[in-house]
């Protein structure tokens, strides 16, 4: 098992350009998440889906569009990225036949100037 | 939504001594969870402990949700321990489950 595992670990943008930061996890867990985490404080969800085809909003959503087309993916797209979106970036996904434990990715670095 | 505080937010401990981290949350919740993230970024499952008591080796936790507070015990503590530790709560909603996290206790181990 690979676990959670994010691409990129580090990117820089320039405002208002796009990207995506891909999650994919190989432990076929139907919840999977995205949480943003900025200096000082906790990590804040985003956007998490419950299985394939069911995305819905966390805390923290303006900015960010998921998809959840697969169980394995849950891309994380930023359209137009602003310098406020400047964090590290977080995937997880849940395993609920084990007590709920959440994995998480290893985190990307994203900075917008 | 839901408030979660941690105390103390910072804490320094010789290595072996004992320390204990506190989580309060402002309303009922279904889930909580405990979170080390090691001075490298990693973010690793401690406990999911809506109530009661658990241990794992060194590490224990207690949950007391009608009293919507949690307590992480550290025992004997080693320089590996280092780090941040996350309490997060969930709470479901008619629109969905949330999940709101602490900003931490940083700790520091000392040799």
């Known amino acids: 098992n690979a676990g959670v595992t994010q691409t990129p670990k580090f990117q820089v943008l320039k405002t208002g350009q796009s990207m995506t930061l891909q999650c994919a996890q190989d432990?076929?867990?139907?919840?999977m998440s995205w949480y943003r985490q900025d200096p000082g404080m906790g990590l804040r969800l985003i956007h998490y889906?419950?299985?394939?085809?069911?995305?819905d909003q966390g805390e923290v959503p303006n900015g960010y569009n998921v998809s959840r087309s697969t169980t394995e993916d849950f891309p994380l797209r930023l359209l137009s990225a602003a310098p406020s979106q400047t964090s590290v970036y977080f995937c997880?996904?849940?395993?609920?036949?084990?007590?709920?434990?959440?994995?998480f990715g290893e985190g990307s670095w994203l900075t917008v100037v | 939504g839901i408030q979660v505080e941690q105390s103390p937010p910072d804490l320094i401990l010789q290595e072996g001594a004992n320390s204990t981290l506190r989580c309060n949350f402002s309303?009922?919740?279904?889930?909580l969870q405990w979170f080390h993230q090691n001075p490298w970024g990693q973010l690793i499952n401690l406990f999911y402990?809506?109530?009661g008591t658990k241990q794992n080796g060194r590490l224990s936790a207690t949950t007391v949700a009608t009293e919507r507070y949690s307590l992480l015990y550290i025992s004997s503590s080693q320089t590996t321990d280092s780090g941040v530790y996350f309490c997060?709560?969930?709470?479901?909603?008619?629109?969905?489950?949330?999940?709101?996290f602490g900003t931490g206790t940083s700790l520091t181990v000392i040799p």
């Open positions: 432990m076929n867990h139907e919840y």
């Open positions: 309303d009922s919740v279904n889930n």
């Open positions: 997880a996904s849940r395993d609920k036949t084990s007590g709920n434990t959440i994995y």
């Open positions: 997060a709560v969930e709470r479901y909603f008619s629109t969905g489950n949330q999940f709101y």
């Open positions: 889906s419950v299985g394939a085809g069911i995305t």
């Open positions: 402990i809506p109530s």
